[in-house]
């Protein structure tokens, strides 16, 4: 799965030039930095990658999310509907706008489940978040249907599936922005990072605006203290030293989804002995980035089972229903409406609860889950790693 496991020349090769040039900052100290933007390249670059109009780096996937929440006007009082399944992040991205985040189920894609989304909808509805799980697209053409015919703005999460598409497109281009991260454990990293696509251009303005304490970024003679404030904004700046590493990064991402791919088929081939095994639903198989292989047992007293011998066997599976990141009713702090603010804004208003969220709201994402066993795949698998996970599946194959 991450990119760090093929560091190598080439990042050491782009953080020197930064380092030779002096230079950490994306804006300004022109005569010192000659040509080189690092951030403003890498943008380019991935923009031209996912065949997106644009692209505007941030400093996490996190970010990515609230600069994008931020740019479609999202505010205290919107509800903002995501998935119950998805790193933590997503929801509080939205939180921090002030708004409410609304969870829908997943279906046997492992990503938001069209049909209930429909059904929470409501008018307070302002954007619309799928997650692309695990290197593979949501059902995003069905969800696109659903928004546009409300008049719901779309941000596709992409933080998972960098180098994935859905019939030949990167995912992230289809709705109004899509976001990435480059966070340690991503596909292609910067150690912290992010990126926003979009194709609008006044959505790019707000983004880049937003991210930099609302600078307009236009020529002037006063420089960066001369440069107008269309809103207020934040910092969200990505620094040179990431651009670099992104660049270099980025040139290896198909290398590292054809290396996945190829370590995923070995994985599935040795499952697909278990008796009953099932696997997750995919709009597009050959567009999976595969940075993660799943496999869904008939029940979880089965799935317990197999978890069980694969652990003894030395290749425990991620059990995203024992997962406390990713999985809605293990996240306690947001059960609970824990916020930092004393008063517990938003979720309390003038000292009393306005949102509970009930642990039990989201029964059929629980039953897919609990059946369901993972492993990362990794960019390099060793011929013993590779012979463990074979002999481990093997065994569940034989004893199930
Ligand atoms: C990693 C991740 C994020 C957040 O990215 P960071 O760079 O760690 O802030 C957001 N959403 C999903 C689905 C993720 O997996």
Known sequence: MPGFEVFGEEEKREVMQVLESGVLFRY??????????????????????TGAAHAQAVNSGTAALKVALAALGVGAGDEVITQGYTFVATWEAILDCGAIPVFTEIDASLNMDPADLEKKITPQTRVIIPVHMMGAAAKIEEILAIANRHGIPVIEDTAQSMGARLNGR?????????????????????????????????????????????????????GRGGEKRPFIGFNFRMMELQGAIGLAQLAKLDGIVA??????????????????????????PSGDSATFFT????????????????????????????????????????LQGHTAAANDWPFSVGGKRRYLYDPKALPQTVAILERALTYQVPVRMSAERSQALHDGLTQVARTL
Not at 29 to 42: A, H, N, P, T
Not at 205 to 220: E, K
């Open 28 to 49: 300004g100290f022109e005569e010192q930095r000659g040509e080189q933007w690092k951030v403003r390249q890498f943008e380019e670059a991935f923009a031209r990658y």
């Open 295 to 334: 496999f869904m047992l008939p029940d979880k007293a089965r799935a317990d089972r197999a978890a069980a011998i694969l652990k003894a066997a030395g290749v425990a599976p991620t059990r995203w229903s024992e997962n406390t990141w990713h999985y809605y009713p293990n996240w306690e702090h947001l």
């Open 170 to 222: 990167h995912l992230g281009t289809f709705g109004a922005i899509g976001t990435f991260s480059l966070d340690s454990v991503k596909t292609i990293t910067t150690g912290e990072g992010g990126m926003c696509i979009t194709n609008d251009s006044a959505l790019m303005q707000r983004m880049d605006n937003y991210h930099d304490h609302g600078h307009d970024h236009l020529p002037n003679p006063g």
């Open 259 to 284: 290396a996945q791919r190829a370590n995923k088929e070995a994985l599935r081939e040795a499952a697909k002995a278990i008796p009953g095994v099932g696997f997750r639903e995919m709009q597009d």
